[in-house]
């Protein structure tokens, strides 16, 4: 039997995270954050003096890349060298180079190919931009997060203060996020979408409870219990 996967896509500030890490809980499947995997090729591009913006460079590196994958207290993690990252990918440096990497033909086709080899190591709760619409276009579990712009970067706000990450006002943050929104959803390759038959749901007025009661209340009935 395949494992089964559930998808849920959406922008930056959506509540993707916080929802899948809880649904893993509940059900017993392996949280998967797939915008790591872009952060780590960027990082890890930037850190061997791989221009962002130079798509064929970024191409050729993500192709001698390796990442080593492996269930730890439900989720995947993720680390290379077995140095794991941390919050070392979650910077402004990389949130202003992942877009120009992560629309690279090249490390989207290497990270898809990476995403659905974990099928090997069990049940999924895979978050992302294009899970639903190209990683996994066969689950029956497809979904995705949205909420207004103003909330969405009041949630990363607070994450990046609980994190210490380097401040930015919630202004700075907002307009990342707009730019983040933009690249992604006009990419040529595997844009930021809703995929066809996704169930659509706004968190903006909702607590994190209901998002995650309305998701598994719309799961097929035998993946409802642990």
Known sequence: MT???IAIDGPSGSGKST???AIGQKLGFLHVDSGALYRIVTWQGLLHGVDPNDAAAVAAFAGRLAVEMTAV???VRFSVGGVEPGDAIRTAE???A???VSKVPEVRAKVTAWLRDLRRLGDLVVEGRDIGSVVFPDSPARFYLDAAPE???RRRHLE???KGLPKQDREAVMASLLNRDRIDSSRAVAPLKVAEGALVIDSTRMPI???VATVISHLPEEWREP
Do not use: L
């Open 3 to 5: 494992n089964r996967v």
């Open 19 to 21: 929802v899948s890490r």
């Open 73 to 75: 207290d439900g989720a």
């Open 94 to 96: 990389i949130n202003a």
């Open 98 to 100: 992942v877009s120009p």
């Open 151 to 153: 909330e969405r970067a």
């Open 160 to 162: 990046e203060q609980a």
């Open 209 to 211: 409870e209901e998002v």
